[in-house]
Structure formats: C-alpha cells, structure tokens
C-alpha cells in the first residue's frame, strides 16, 4: 500500500456498460480535482461544494480540451466511504476517456490506488473494522444469493457486534481474576466467584463453538456447495452433469470408462450455489490411468457434502450390489441421494434393491438424456443442502482467517475452562483468558500486523 497521506485514483467500475467512474480520495481530493474539472454553468469550483453533492461540468486538459462531460460527485471527511475528502466523476464508459482522466489526474499530483486501498483507508480510517473490510470483497465476488446476504451481514457488522459482545464477556472475566492478582497478598479475598466464572467461560465456549461450527456451512456457501456425482461406468453421470449446468461440459460415451478424471461446474439452485463434481466410473480395471480416475472418485466423495450416486435403472440389483461396500461406508457423514437414470427404458422394480438403506436416503427418478427430472432433483438438492441458518440472524463464518482465530481462542478458553476445574492460580487463568481476547480482537483488526493487512487487502480489486 501507498503512502496513507498521499492522495490516490483508480477506475472504480468494470468496463462494458455505459457509464465509467474514476474515484479520487486523500486531503487534496477536492483540490486536485479542480484543476481539471470545469464546473456548468455556474463555474463554482468542487472545493467550495458541499458534501454529498453532484455537479455537472467537463473534464479539460492542459491545453483546455474537453475529454468528456462528467458529473462529479462530491464527499467531504468524515462522512465519505474513506472518511477522507473524496470526488467521483462519472463520465463515459470508454477506455480512452477513463485512461485520459487518470492520466490527468496523476499529473496533478495524485497517485494510483493500489488493490483495495479505498477500503484499506475506510479501515485505517475507523469507518469499518477488518471483519466488515474483508465482507467487502466477498460482497464483491457474491454470486448468489445466500453469498450476498451472507457478506451483507457480515458488512453490516452484525459478526463484529457478536465478537465485541463475547469479548466485553471475557474481559468482565479478566477483570474479576486480575482484581485478585492486585490483592494477592490477602488471601481471604475472592473477587471472582468460580463457580460464577465456570458458568461464564462455558456459555463463552458454547458461543465460540457454535461459530467455529458454523464455518462448515459458510465454507460450503463461498465457494459452493460439494455435490459429488458417482456411480458404475455408462450410468449416465457426465449426461447429468451436462443436464443440471445446461452445457456440453462432460463427453458422453456408450463406451465405458470415458470419464478418466473430475470434471467440476457450479450452478445457482435456490439462491446458492452447488459445486458439481462428475467422476469417474467406478469399476473393477486393469487400466493404470482409469483407475486413478477412480480413486480420485473416491477423493471427491470424501471431500463431498451431498453426493449424488447415479444408478442405471435398468441394472439397479447388480448396480447396488456392486457398489453398496464401496460407496456407502465413505457417505457415513455424507447426504446421500439416490438418482435413478433412465427412467425413459423399461426397468425392474426397485423396492427390494433398498433393502438395507437408511429411510432418510432420498431418491429420484429422472431420464438425463431427455432432461426430466432434473427440476425435481434441484429441489430436492436445495431441500438436502438445508440452508435454514440463513433464514434467521445467526452468524455464519465464511473466512479462513476468522477460523483460524476462533479455533485458537476456543483452544485458549477450553484451557480457561480446565484451569477453573482445576484450581490453578489466577495468573495462569488470566493469561488463557488473554490469549482468547487476543484471538477475538485480531478478527475486527485490533492486533492485526501490517503483513496480515498487506495480504488481505492485495487480494481486492483496485478501484475498492
């Protein structure tokens, strides 16, 4: 990142609509702006504008050339997405007239904005912690609508409220075993109760645990849900594949084994995102390619939350038993669901062949090859995925670095908990209990170092 007292542009939007935005933030937003914005008609220059005001004007270069007629949009400190003076121009979406006018611009004195460096200064400049700075990006990159709402949320600060709330706990925790401390030498005062204090630290970790947990979901949400698709060879899973996404993504072959390796698409069911992964047939082979193709099968189940085990009607008794050892034994933890194939061609009765199987497997019958069925498997997809936490105002954890530190400071408070059982003395307690208020404060970016804000925000697009 650049220098935090330097004044910074950058092409805000995406090209290919019909309006272009270059944002200018820093002390000499308003300054630097005039020097190349003409105001119509009233000639009023920016810096004597008001905040969160439009005015209408051209673009001139050195010479007096008009680039573009803009509006320029004007945001006085603090009250701006930076906090810092800022000016948006919006100006026509055209590669020559966005290039000219950061051109301009850094000819009078700005410099480029690195990725993420407006948000990087709405964080340094207390208008976000990093909790909400991150949801920026994944607000950005949302392509669902159990992302958006999910990063929304998040943006809003409703995870940061839910963070400061488990730490003003703890710290009331600290301040009851550090009191002692101060009075050690009188033995007979006890500031904190322990039986109180268990009771607090469990309800903590119960809270904590229930983020940690939550990150399973969050995880799936972000980067879409895992549905692996595994059966027999030649039972039609690269033809599903291809009916669920829409497109010729998977070859299909009457020839078995055509299928070597993992094939993945993704697609919007319900207002989240499912990750399809098309593997190869599973089958006895002598083929030293094929069958790392099958392993890798096995791989995708496991990594898998729902998988799709894809049976050939017409064979469904030797399917099952080919495969109930293999297959069932890896779906343990797993949502399973039942897709028979080729519903179009005369077929055996199934009843007998589920003997055994759990009642809360769910089945489907559908023909891939002429596409039906498949609506009723979305919804049964969308139904299995049980996405419900986000019907209500639970936190959902979707970022690896939130993980990471609420899986230290659950470790650091467990150690509160034992400690507590144990009679140890306070100190010891009061450095765990430290240790989980450290954890907590690195998520909102209280103790966060310079390398770890580098490495966030690199990761942003620049005009944000």
Known sequence: MGNVNSTICAIATAHGGAIGVVRVSGREALTIADRLFYSMPSKEPLSARAGYTLSHGEIRDSSGRVVDEV?????????????????????????????????????????????????????????????????????????????????????????????????????????????????????????????????????????????????????????????????????????????????????????????????????????????????????ETQDAIESLGIERSFQAIRRADIVLWVIDRTVVEEQIANLSGRVLPLCKDKKLILVFNKSDLPAPATSTALIGFPESIRTVFLSAKHKEGIEKLKTILAETADLSVLSSNDIVVTNMRHYEALTRSLDSIRRVQEGLSADLPGDLISQDLRECIFHLSDIVGEVTTDEVLGNIFKHFCVGK
């Open 71 to 283: 509006l320029a949009a004007v945001f006085r400190a603090p009250h701006s997405y930076t906090g810092e003076d800022s000016v948006e121009f919006m100006c026509h979406d055209s590669v020559y007239i966005l290039h000219t006018i950061i051109q301009l611009l850094l000819d009078a004195g700005c410099t480029m904005a690195a990725p993420g460096e407006f948000t990087q200064r709405a964080f340094l400049n207390g208008k976000m912690d990093l909790s909400q700075a991150e949801a920026v990006a994944d607000l950005i990159a949302s392509t669902s609508e159990a992302q958006h709402r999910v990063a929304m949320n998040q943006m809003r600060g409703d995870f940061s409220r839910e963070l400061i709330r488990l730490r003003d706990r703890l710290l009331h925790l600290t301040s009851l075993m550090e009191l002692e401390l101060d009075f050690s030498d009188h033995e007979e005062l006890e500031f904190a109760d322990r039986s109180e204090l268990r009771s607090l630290a469990g309800q903590i970790e119960g809270l904590i645990t229930r983020l940690v947990d939550s990150f399973a979901v969050g995880n799936a949400l972000k980067n879409g849900i895992p549905v692996a698709i595994v059966g027999e060879t030649n039972a039609g899973k690269s033809t599903l594949l291809n009916a669920l996404v829409g497109e010729e993504r998977a070859i299909v072959s009457d020839i078995h084994g055509t299928t070597r390796d993992v094939i993945e698409d993704t697609i919007n069911i319900g207002g989240a995102v499912f990750r399809f992964i098309d593997t190869a047939g599973i089958r």
